[in-house]
Each structure stands twice: as C-alpha cells, then as structure tokens.
DNA sequence: TCTTGACCTTCCCATGATGGGAAGCCCTAA
DNA sequence: TTAGGGCTTCCCATCATGGGAAGGTCAAGA
C-alpha cells in the first residue's frame, strides 16, 4: 500500500501520515526500492486510531500517550480514563470561556436595534459610542 | 507615553501593539527623535477597543471591520449587529463541536472502570481492544 | 518500447495570535 | 559616569494543517 491509498484507507492525509512520522508520533514506514513508503493492515490501524483521536480533539502528545497504553497489555485503564477526562475538563474549559463571549454578545446584540442608525450598544461596550 | 505606559494603560502588552502596528490593524505610531513609538489617550482608547474584542472572540479582521465602523458617524447599526451575530454563530458552531467531543469522551469514560485492569472501553472506541 | 498522467519524494512557506529572546540603542537616577 | 531598565528590530517557536515546486517512479495505453 502506497501513501495514498494508505491515507484513503484510514482517513488521515498523505501530508499528514508524513508529518506524524516526522514527529515520531507513528514509527518510520518501510520503503519500498524506490524510497516509496510503504503501509499494511496494521499501519493503517494505527492511523485510523490516531484519526480517531484527532477527531476527538485529543493533541498530539496525549495521542502518544494513548497510543502507548493501547500498546500496553498491562497498563492500567485509569491511566486511559484519566487522560479522557483530563482532555474533557480542558475542552468544557474552552467550551465555557466561549458561551461567555457568545452570552455576552448576543446579549449587546439583542439591545441593538439593527436598523439605519448609527447608535449601537455594541460599539459602546466595546469603546464608547464614538471613535476618538 | 512610551508602548510600556500604553501597554499597561491599555491592557494590550507592548509584543502585540507592535504587530498590531504591523499588520496594520492600528495606524503606525508617531515617534520620538530617538525612535521610541507614542502614544496619547487616544491611541490608548483604539487599544482598549482592540482588546476588549479580542476578549470577546473576534479575529483581527473582524476588528478590522468593526474600528471602522467605529469611525464611522452614518454606520448603520445593522452592519455591526451582523458581524456581532456571525461571530456568536462561529462560536457557537465551535461550542457544538467540542461539546461532541466531550460528550462522547464523557460517556466513554463512564463505561471505563478506570482500575488496575487493562479492559478500557475508550481504547476500543478509539482503535480496538488491542494494538496491532 | 515509448509516452503520458498519476503518483511519490523532499523541501519550503503560510496560517493566527502570541510569546521568548538576542543585539544594540536610549534615558534617567545615583 | 555608570548601571539598570526600557526601547528598537529581527528571528524563532507555537499547533496541526495545507499549498506548491522540483524532480523521481510507476503503470497503462499507443
């Protein structure tokens, strides 16, 4: 399997497959004569978990971390739950300093007429009704 | 004023009111013979403009937009309303996705025992029972 | 067998907003 | 006069991703 039908395969770009080598998130590829990288069912695998991962918005560094606890057959499955809810408690972090800002704004918003007029509850809580 | 005085004058630290200079989202600077850039009360009120939309999200093209209009006497209130209700939507989109994501972490984590044992039902979501 | 088009390789650059740091100039107080 | 702190510009790094160029490779069709 080349890189490209390796990317098809496990949902990962060939641009990215190269840099998660490069940063030794996965191991180095074999090659074939030709320098052409080359993949198999388990390479692939481990894409897709990576994929996976990224999908759940997990950074790089912790998928190192689950990828070597899914190597592990003695790891502990705390270690695993630990790092989910530790990534939860960062993502509903980001989640409420954005419901903040969106709260926020919807509710200058609803005190803004919206028409032709210049005057803008808006614009005066970002700086005053004028500009300097 | 020298940039420190309007950093802490403003809340912006003097790294970002230069790039801001740069990109020119703010009007260069006047400077002192000796090159150190100035700053009056009035380009301290643009700052705090700056910042407080940064706070609330916006992205710099945005703010772009919205110190124009706030220059700008015949605006119509519509148009801030606008760029203020599409923001509020990309959060909220953003809000939605990660929500997902924490959702489904959450919900992983709670089948999770999250002991000694190796059994992890985040794991299997993520690639399968086991590496390959 | 040769050509052509699709694929692969590496390398460089860009994103967005922010910080770190170096080298060198300037200003003020002791 | 000197010391320290502030200013200048310039370069680099972040994080994960994509774009693109220059050049090598492979497979299918004429």
């Given at each position: 399997m080349n890189i490209g039908q390796a990317a098809k395969a496990s949902g990962v770009s060939a641009k990215m497959i190269r840099y998660y080598e490069s940063i030794g998130l996965i191991p180095e590829a074999a090659r074939t004569d030709a320098g052409y990288r080359s993949y198999g069912a388990r390479e692939v695998q481990i894409l897709r978990f990576v994929r996976r991962a990224r999908d759940l918005g997990f950074p790089v560094p912790v998928i190192e971390e689950l990828l070597a606890l899914w190597g592990d057959?003695?790891?502990?499955s705390a270690d695993v739950k630990r790092l989910a809810l530790d990534h939860v408690e960062s993502l509903e972090r980001k989640i409420a300093e954005m419901q903040a800002m969106a709260d926020t704004l919807r509710h200058l918003a609803e005190a803004?007429?919206?028409?032709?007029?210049?005057?803008?509850p808006i614009l005066e809580d970002l700086g005053g009704p004028t500009a300097p």
């Open positions: 057959r003695d790891r502990h803004c007429c919206g028409d032709a007029r210049p005057d803008c």
